[in-house]
């Protein structure tokens, strides 16, 4: 709706008046009902990021960066450095030998494994080795430090709900007395406590994220490749899992949800829009994507946004796998969340 308010002489004075006492009258506001924010759809590609992420890495070390971070800001948030309102997207690289030290912060944190061996994160006292494709969770407040023990730079894509807790005024962060936190589970734990649709006889989920450290692209891929025979695609979505949280069967974060959706060949999907911030970073194949009234043409490793409302559909002439996350976690529990199919 909006106003057809006339605004007489007396009611412009009213407004003026009343100015001073820092109140504005709901009858003059222009803002916008409609979904959607002046964020703008964007594609990075790997041709452009590669290069630069190598040129920082003879720039600086993570000793002084803390964390070696590109941060992919929307065109209209400049300075924010988030990609839409609501998320942050970076992309990391630690070379052999580094370590970022640890830290904990109100954030959640979700990493997703793009290219290179070696590196390692380690979240509450539990070391995982990351290989491209997996997904990995950190939750709210759990100490993380990363290092890479192997013998070639490692990259990663940095998912952070940042947003939320600037929003909130709930930014919080604390360094870890030494750089690397001390061990105190075994490598693999979280895996087979939580990665098998199992669980402790008598755990009782109490966290607020996901209790599964990773989430490894092998298993997911053979996941979708083996549903792709069994059943047909979606209209949109080609053939897409939520990563679940195996204590709750929600999302992995309650802000953020992420997804990995395999895209056959010759896919031609139906376009479709919902309020959720996308972010999609390509771990195979080639095709082009509409977002809006542009089309980008993408493959592995270049990293899309879509922002709220954006009407998206894919077209692919190879098989492709995609990764995304978005805040639909938040948006579910808030009751804000709608999507359409066009
Ligand atoms: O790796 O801990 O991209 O704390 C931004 C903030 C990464 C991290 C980011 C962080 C980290
Ligand atoms: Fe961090």
Same mark, same amino acid.
């Not at 922002?307 to 529990?333: H, I, K, L, M």
């Given at each position: 709706m909006s106003n057809a308010v006339t605004i ?5 004075? %009213? ?10 009258p709901l009858w003059e506001r222009t803002v916008s009902q409609q979904p959607g ?51 942050? #997207? ?26 290179? &061996? ?16 997996? %997904? ?29 807790? &600037? ?25 087979? #406590? ?34 792709? &025979? ?65 089309? %980008?043409? %993408? ?44």
């Amino acid at each position: 709706m909006s106003n057809a308010v006339t605004i007489t002489p007396e009611l412009a004075s %009213f407004s003026k008046e009343i100015k001073d006492l820092n109140l504005t009258p709901l009858w003059e506001r222009t803002v916008s009902q409609q979904p959607g924010t002046p964020c703008k759809g964007k594609i990075w590609s790997w041709s452009d990021l590669e290069p630069k992420l190598l040129e920082s890495t003879r720039l600086i070390g993570t000793k002084d960066a803390e964390r070696r971070v590109l941060m992919l800001e929307n065109p209209v948030l400049p300075g924010t450095s988030f990609s839409t309102q609501t998320l942050f #997207t970076g992309l990391q690289i630690i070379l052999p030998g580094e370590v970022a030290s640890a830290h904990r912060h109100t954030p959640n944190a979700l990493r997703f494994v793009v290219k290179g &061996k070696g590196a390692y994160t380690s979240v509450e006292g539990e070391r995982t080795m990351m290989s491209p494709g997996d %997904f990995i969770v950190t939750p709210n407040w759990a100490w993380h430090d990363h290092g890479n023990i192997g013998n070639e730079p490692v990259v990663w894509m940095d998912g952070l709900d940042s947003a939320f807790t &600037k929003f909130f005024g709930a930014t919080f962060r604390e360094d870890y007395p030494v750089d690397v936190q001390p061990l105190y589970r075994s490598e693999g734990d979280a895996i087979a #406590t939580f990665g098998s649709a199992l669980l402790p006889v008598e755990y009782k989920f109490e966290g607020h994220a996901s209790p599964l450290l990773v989430y490894p692209y092998a298993r997911t891929r053979e996941a979708l490749h083996h549903l792709q &025979k069994t059943q047909a695609a979606h209209p949109s979505h080609g053939v897409k899992l939520r990563y679940a949280n195996p204590a709750n069967g929600k999302y992995p974060f309650p802000t953020m949800a992420a997804f990995m959706q395999l895209l056959p060949k010759g896919y031609c999907g139906r376009p479709y829009r919902t309020t959720e911030s996308q972010v999609f970073n390509v771990a195979e194949g080639h095709g082009s994507v509409k977002v809006g009234d542009e089309t %980008f043409h %993408f493959g592995p490793h270049d990293i899309f946004v879509v922002p709220p409302w954006n009407t998206v559909s894919f077209d692919v002439g190879e098989d492709c796998v995609v990764f995304s996350y978005t805040d639909r976690a938040a948006q579910d529990a808030l009751g804000f969340l709608r999507e359409e199919m066009l």
